[in-house]
């Protein structure tokens, strides 16, 4: 502690004086300039839960991360082909994303034309250097839509339970998207990372929605884990290629007692089509409606292929044959 009163803390990963005696609230409040009833807040990796805010004062030598609060909302009352997970109930079976858009309000009219009621979110760091900058919760209520929060960006399961326990701390919700990703380049999901944090996961309450390979046995694995919902990649993560393996994932979907969602590697709607043609309970996106040269329509075109899919699953397709069979009758022909 300086003589002057102060004493030295890490906020985000940058160094700050602030007046000894400084409860995390006021930190947040005086000092940042942030509401406290909107944030997480980790000090020296332990979660302090918000309703300890006003009372737990700032020590010296305090590492300190503070993230944006998430939150999410019930849906409306729902039709007869609605889809349940973790006891809860949607209407739309299109899951999108929060990245890569030009701004906040482009990623809110993408939203609205999708019809999604889930949207993904990740959680970041607060910029405490500006804190009026616009936040994704000024565009996209989370009254109306429930926000998942996802653990993007994390290669280990230890990451990820940070990362989801302030995200729960944030905003309170239990229902979140797991993934851990073995390397930067293929961005593939570590199944044995993956299976350690689903395990840790469920034993402290949560209800992860876990991104994996498109392997049956792994997606099994992950189920009786507890797993509430299992998403095998389609292709890699924003390569837009379309699903790879309909035979795996048709595997997965024969074989899971949770919903199934193709996440990851949809392009255009066709691919949306087929996922829901395969049985999937849904399908998550966020690249091929983002980088669209126009993204409301793209996302307009995934919530009518969805729709489409869907449609055409319950209707039951024809069979396949190896040779023509003729509309119309032979017989009688002049």
């Known amino acids: 502690m300086a003589d002057d009163g102060t004493i030295s803390i890490r906020v985000n990963g940058e160094h700050r004086r602030v007046h000894r005696g400084l409860t995390i609230a006021q930190l947040a409040s005086e000092e940042l300039g942030l509401d406290p009833a909107k944030l997480a807040v980790e000090r020296n990796l332990e979660v302090v839960p918000r309703s300890t805010h006003d009372s737990v004062e700032v020590q010296d030598g305090d590492e300190l991360e503070i993230v944006h609060f998430v939150g999410g909302g019930d849906a409306d009352p729902v039709d007869d082909d609605s889809w349940t997970v973790a006891g809860q109930t ?131 694995q992950l189920e009786e884990a507890g797993a509430v919902a299992i998403m095998p990649l389609g292709a890699p993560i924003g390569s837009g290629l379309g699903i790879q393996n309909r035979v795996t994932i048709r595997l997965i979907v024969e074989g899971a007692g949770v919903p199934v969602l193709v996440d990851a590697g949809v392009g255009t709607a066709s691919d949306a089509a087929v996922a829901m043609e395969l049985g999937c309970d849904g399908v998550l996106m966020n690249t091929a409606i983002a980088e669209a040269k126009d993204p409301i329509r793209m996302a307009r075109a995934m919530k009518l292929a969805v729709e489409a899919g869907r449609d055409a699953y319950l209707a039951g397709r024809m069979g396949q044959r190896k040779y023509a069979d003729p509309s119309s009758p032979l017989s009688g022909l002049i």
């Open 90 to 220: 949607f209407r739309s079976r299109l899951i999108v994303g929060t990245g890569k858009y030009r701004d906040f309000e482009q990623n809110a009219a993408a939203l609205e034309a999708s019809g999604a009621e889930i949207v993904t979110v990740a959680v970041r760091r607060v910029n405490v250097s500006d804190p009026n900058a616009p936040m994704l919760t000024d565009f996209i209520d989370p009254k109306k839509v429930t926000y998942l929060p996802n653990t993007a960006g994390c290669f280990t399961a230890e990451e990820a339970i940070r990362t989801l326990r302030l995200a729960r701390e944030a905003g309170g919700w239990d229902l979140v998207k797991l993934e851990v990703l073995g390397e930067a380049k293929t961005l593939y999901p570590d199944m044995r990372e993956t299976l350690k944090a689903t395990e840790t996961l469920v034993a402290e309450g949560f209800k992860p929605m876990v991104y994996c390979v498109d392997d049956p046995i792994a997606a099994k």
